[in-house]
């Protein structure tokens, strides 16, 4: 304190500064019974990352122990010593990223379309429509996207083929077919992860006061002036947030990769036709039962990474959409 | 020991609601459509069309996907320049953003309602024309000669129900009290526990199948496949889920409820078993409900640990069960065209059983949580009191 100590204060120096006081809590017998009891099935969860994290550790070691930083190599085929483990990942990775490039912005328009442009009724029913549809289970989705999707997505796939094969990642595939590709497999997973950007971020979008719209639109903003001044500005965070938990989602995605995709595990750069990039996810369900030995390593050790990943990448989307003040189901 | 922090209410909303409630200062706008917007829209729309149809039909192309991207690209740069002419920069940026929102919005809703409405007619056309019998007929004659009738997913209805069950039986207990610590608990524990939640609620699925597979099947060899290897991969996915729905659901109860409860002496457990968790009651059911429906359908964690079989199997404890989705993942493997009808078909069984799930869900948690009347005998009193 810079102020000086006047002759009141002076004459009373023996009164102590006011602090809170400390109230210590007393519990009995059977609450310090059940406050344990709380911590222990807790610690459920936590022993169960642990088991998870160390069972495909140390399953996996042998694999890693024997391929070295070959374990990084371009060609997956264990049982000959090959652990090139970079196909499944780049192709897991490219199944997301396809998925995401298309649901991000047709989930925000929705997220968009249900907070301001439909009228109130409507509103709740698409809601409803929308939060229905992130249950359907993905088998229903790989299902539909083998039986059905996959033909159709042919005849365009071929025409980008034709036309933008300057374009490396639209390179016509090597036996003139278009099916089973990354494309409709990352089409596919677009599907899934939809719902779940769209619910997000839309309620990240309705926490954007509404007097600061409404003073937007006062001023004589265009009602897309409103979103891309007030609205967007506000919720980019959340928005960001959501994006990531698709991501997260579309990475762990496995029975439409198992049911869509036809891959060979070689690392080509394009994303059209079969034969192509692996997924991991995939490759864990096809081969796991009845590989051999090392194989079994292999596969358990690409599954750690795969679990490492997906779970950093939805920690982080977790934390960045309840920053933002959304709330994640 | 952590702190304890029983009033800390965090609006965190609930799953619940199905509508926003009006916000009662919102000032209603009216929106008219004047003849001269919808005259330029569907102008547009129309010289588009026939731009394009023009072109296409001297070209001699036949593709329909084309044809439609196409004129949907032309329109839009006519409804631009139309709309720049008349109304200005502004007006067309906020006119295109519209129509690109609606547009979008509208190809997401096609594409997942394509799915439901695929499933529905092929699956509902297979498992509906067989009414009684795909429900509980069991999968011995398929691909025999035996009659459509003899064939049905009976066995896999029983499985997956006994797997969820079990798994439900395993997590819910778990989940209520973990979220209960949660919510009233903060430090480093109980920070640490809530992150890994988090993180586990993403976690792939296939992962919980293999870590079950090496943990309890592999050491078993022949025995080790069963409907209750499968409940416990199942109960990996579902803990997280569990635990976070119902962390939301218990944290929007009222802390000057549970206050007014430790204030006239009650017991920490008391507390939380009389006042707490019966007013989040409904929440709590909406919350597992939704759990169930999401797990329901999971394929991959089940994979490898349940063996699948075509024959009834009651007992989840030993020997191989089936379950529905394992049932669709096995019959779409079979190169007889049959079973992927009958794929098709139990498919629509298990969107018919997760929608059913999730209507209930919505009609048990319509009455929001923490606005239950909680019957306390001070209410009681004060009534008694003023009659």
Known sequence: MTIQAGPETAQTPTEPEEVPRVLRSAPSGADRIFRLVLMASSAIVLILLAAVTAFLGVRGWPALREGGINWFGLHWSPDSGRFGVLPLLVGTWAIAIVALVVAIPVSLAMALMINEYVPRRVRSWITAIV????T?????????????FSNWQIGPARWLAHNFSFVPILRSPDPGQYGKSVLATG????????????????????????????????????????ITDVILPFSRNGIVG???????????ETMIPVLVLSANNILTGSILGPNGLGSIARQITGDFVNGSVIDKSALVMAGLVLFVTTLAVTTVARSTVRRAGGKVR | MDRFRPGSTQPVGGLLPASIPPDPNRPTRRRRVSVE???????????ALAVIWLIFAVAGVDAPFGLFVSWFLTFVLFYGVLCWRSHGLLGMKTRLATVLIYSGALVALTGLVAVILDVTFKGGSVALARFPHFFYADMTQLGGNAPVTAVGVGPAIVGTVEQVGLAVLFTVPIAILTATYLVSASGIFARAVASVVDAMTGSPAIIAGLFVYLFWVAPRHTTGKSGFAAALA?????????????????AVVPGSLREAALALGAPEWRVMLRVVLPTARSGLANAVILAIARVTGETAPILFDVGGNVKYNWNPFSGQQDNLAFRIYQLFDQPNPHAVRDAWGTGFVLVLVVFILFLLARFIGASTPGKRRVRLPIRRLTRSDGA
């Open chain 1, 131 to 134: 939060d229905i549809l992130a």
């Open chain 1, 136 to 148: 359907v289970p993905s088998i229903i989705y790989g299902l539909w996207g083998y039986e059905l």
């Open chain 1, 187 to 226: 089409l596919v997973c677009s599907l899934t992860i939809i719902p779940v950007i769209t619910s997000v971020s839309r309620e990240v979008m309705a926490q954007v006061p509404r007097d600061t719209c409404e003073a937007a639109l006062g001023l004589g903003s265009t009602r897309w002036g409103m």
């Open chain 1, 242 to 252: 959501a994006c990531l938990l698709g991501l997260g989602r579309a990475l762990g």
């Open chain 2, 37 to 47: 917007s919808v005259a330029e829209f569907g102008g547009s729309a129309l010289a």
């Open chain 2, 234 to 250: 199942l109960s990996v996915m579902m803990l997280p889920m569990a635990t976070r729905a119902a962390q939301e659901v218990i």
